[in-house]
Structure formats: C-alpha cells, structure tokens
C-alpha cells in the first residue's frame, strides 16, 4: 500500500531563517506530487506541484521553493521566512495516469513564524 | 467570482440527523467532483468522487452532482459526533492533462450528541 510522510508536524521559525519541509512517498512510482498552504479560515493554496524528478511547476510567485530530487521526494524551502509564510503545508501525491484516485494527503506540518 | 464556492458554516447538527453539504462552480469544464474530510490538525482524506452528473452512495454518505445547475452535494445520513470535521469539496477538469482540481474553502460540521 502507499503512504505519505512530511515532517515535522509542527514547526516555529524566527522571521528570516530559512525553510526545508520534506515529504516522501512510498509504495508507488512516478507519482504527482503537490505542495499547499492551508491558511486559517481560507481554502487549500496550491503552490507548486511536479510530474518527475527535477519537474516544478510554480502556481504563486512568492518566497518559497520547491525541489524533487528524488522520484519520491519533494521538498518545500525558503531561504528568508516572511511572518506571511505562517500556515498549515500539506504535502499530496496523485497518480500520474488516468483519475478517480483524487489525491493522498500527508498530515500536514504547522510552521510559526514569529 | 471564485470558481468553486463553499460555505464555511460551521454547521451545527444534533447526532442521527441528515447532513447537506453544497458546492456551487461556475467552471462548466469541470468533469471530476470530489469531497474529502478534514480533522483538525490533520490532512484532508478523500471520501468520495463521482465522474460527471448522478449520485454515488458508500454507506452512510451519498454524493450528488448536478452540472445543469452546477451544483454537487454531500448527504450525510444518520450522522455520528465522529463526523464533526471539516469538508472539502474538489472538482478537476482537463486541463493539461493534470486533473489538478480545485477547492472549496470548506465547511466545518459540528455533530453534537
């Protein structure tokens, strides 16, 4: 079976220190990977999402980066925090081929900025 | 307009009632409609997709999608305090091959015993 894991689950950083959320998959190959913010009381952000190793694609312009250095490994940093970039990160993976499999959903890690 | 409109609620039952969860979209591309569940602190899981329009049931959940009105519904029967979570409607076109969807904001249901 596949699993997700992203750690930490929780995480409190000082304005301008930098980032690095990890997420892996296991139990699958090739998989569609995501990032997105959960803010309070908004919807699901995407932030970026990638198809293969080395493939990202960026739907919000902002301080953040993401990176696949693995088939099953992506990776969410920021060189310089913005008290902004406070939120709840889930990390998602998806099939590449063919639908009805929606998304899997990491259990998310919490980062404070303060 | 947002493509894809949910209230937040929350939504206050009491335990054994019937629960209507809506979405409204103005994307008439969209094909996929999807709900998921979200506990506090925790990942959305997803609980239901149905493709198109119709209704799909598994146990005590019924999905409802109906494209003329752009409209998709979760029905919640005999609803348990475990239910008391936040739900997310989905829905996914297309586009690019990607079937990247888009997300309601969510609605925070509340079953009290």
């Known amino acids: 079976s596949q699993t997700i894991h992203q750690w930490p689950a929780t995480l409190v950083q000082p304005v301008g220190s930098p980032l690095s959320l990890e997420c892996t998959v296991e139990?699958?190959?090739?998989?569609?990977l995501y990032w997105y913010r959960q803010a309070a009381g908004r919807g699901l952000q995407l932030l970026f999402y990638?198809?293969?190793?080395?493939?990202i694609s960026s739907e919000v312009p902002q301080n953040l980066s993401a990176s696949r250095p693995q088939d099953r490994q992506f990776i969410l940093s920021s060189k310089k925090l913005l008290l902004s970039d406070s939120g709840f990160y889930l990390c998602?993976?998806?099939?590449?081929?063919?639908f009805g499999y929606g998304y899997t959903f990491g259990s998310g890690t919490r980062l404070t900025v303060v | 307009q947002k493509e894809v409109e949910q209230d937040p609620g929350p939504l206050s039952v009491p335990e054994g009632a019937i629960v209507s969860l809506n979405c409204t979209y103005s994307?008439?591309?969209?094909?996929?409609f999807m709900w998921y569940r979200q506990y506090s602190r925790k990942g959305p899981e997803l609980l239901m997709y149905t493709y198109s329009s119709g209704n799909k049931e598994d146990g005590r959940f019924t999905a409802q999608v109906d494209k003329s009105s752009k409209y998709i519904s979760l029905f919640i029967r005999d609803s348990q305090p475990s239910d008391s979570a936040t739900y997310l409607c989905a829905m996914s076109d297309l586009s690019g091959g990607s079937y990247i969807p888009t997300f309601g904001r969510g609605t925070s249901l509340i079953v009290h015993p």
């Open positions: 998602a993976w998806s099939r590449i081929q063919g």
């Open positions: 990638s198809v293969g190793i080395g493939q």
């Open positions: 994307n008439s591309a969209f094909q996929y």
């Open positions: 139990g699958t190959s090739n998989p569609n």
